[in-house]
């Protein structure tokens, strides 16, 4: 059976800001979608400028689907009470490429380690139930170099096996581009490789 991951979950644009209280103490949640520590850092920026007197932005990340990178951070709260909470949340969605942040406003009564986790992890639950959240499909791209005269076999495997063509370039001969799901890739490099005249060659997205 091909275990190969070829789809992840995601979200593709900012969640609304969504809210939760304890104790006069409120947790403003937000959900962002990430690719790099860049995008994190812009994210937490823009956030500290809206609310510029919180007392703690804590926040967890997720990047990659093969190879995953994660971090927690409690900025200042008990350790473990904050991060890992949100970073669960993460898990428990089973989504990536995404930032979770829990913008803290002090209330006044100090709510405890137990209080805190509670507190994080249902704030970025509702961040994350609040998100759109997507399934995404890993895909190889491979180039296609053939003559005119095999235009039409090339076009029929391609509608048969339903590939995106990302380009094309109709010149002295033929040059596509074409997107091929993961799982499916081996099978379709095997079929073109196959076909009389026709070159195929992965290329980098």
Same mark, same amino acid.
């Given at each position: 059976?091909?275990?190969?991951?070829?789809?992840? #979950?995601?979200?593709? #644009?900012?969640?609304?800001?969504?809210?939760? #209280?304890? =104790?006069?103490?409120?947790?403003?949640?937000?959900?962002?979608?990430?690719l790099n520590?860049e995008?994190?850092k812009?994210?937490?920026?823009?956030?500290?400028k809206?609310?510029?007197?919180? =007392?703690?932005?804590?926040y967890?990340?997720?990047?990659?689907?093969?190879?995953?990178?994660? =971090?927690?951070?409690?900025?200042?709260?008990?350790?473990?009470?904050?991060?890992?909470?949100?970073?669960?949340?993460?898990?428990?969605?089973?989504?990536?490429?995404?930032?979770?942040?829990?913008?803290?406003?002090?209330?006044?009564?100090k709510?405890g380690?137990?209080?805190?986790?509670?507190?994080? =992890?249902?704030?970025?639950?509702?961040?994350?139930?609040?998100?759109?959240?997507?399934? #995404?499909?890993?895909n190889?791209?491979?180039?296609?170099?053939?003559?005119? %005269?095999?235009?039409?076999?090339?076009m029929?495997?391609?509608?048969?096996?339903?590939l995106?063509?990302?380009?094309?370039q109709?010149?002295?001969?033929?040059?596509?581009?074409?997107?091929?799901r993961?799982?499916?890739?081996?099978?379709?490099?095997?079929?073109?490789?196959?076909?009389?005249?026709?070159?195929?060659?992965?290329?980098? %997205?």
């Amino acid at each position: 059976m091909d275990k190969t991951i070829d789809a992840y #979950k995601t979200i593709e #644009k900012p969640s609304e800001e969504t809210l939760f #209280k304890d =104790r006069n103490s409120k947790f403003f949640g937000y959900a962002f979608p990430v690719l790099n520590e860049e995008d994190v850092k812009e994210a937490i920026d823009g956030l500290k400028k809206k609310h510029h007197s919180a =007392r703690h932005f804590c926040y967890a990340w997720q990047f990659g689907v093969e190879t995953i990178r994660f =971090r927690a951070n409690d900025d200042g709260e008990p350790s473990n009470s904050a991060g890992m909470p949100i970073y669960g949340q993460i898990q428990a969605f089973g989504v990536t490429n995404i930032l979770i942040v829990s913008v803290r406003y002090f209330g006044g009564t100090k709510l405890g380690v137990g209080g805190l986790i509670n507190a994080y =992890r249902s704030s970025a639950k509702l961040a994350l139930e609040d998100s759109d959240i997507i399934e #995404k499909t890993i895909n190889i791209n491979f180039q296609l170099s053939f003559g005119y %005269d095999m235009m039409n076999k090339v076009m029929r495997i391609i509608k048969e096996k339903n590939l995106n063509i990302i380009s094309q370039q109709l010149e002295l001969s033929c040059q596509y581009i074409i997107s091929v799901r993961k799982k499916d890739a081996d099978t379709i490099f095997e079929i073109f490789t196959n076909l009389y005249k026709v070159e195929i060659k992965k290329v980098d %997205d």
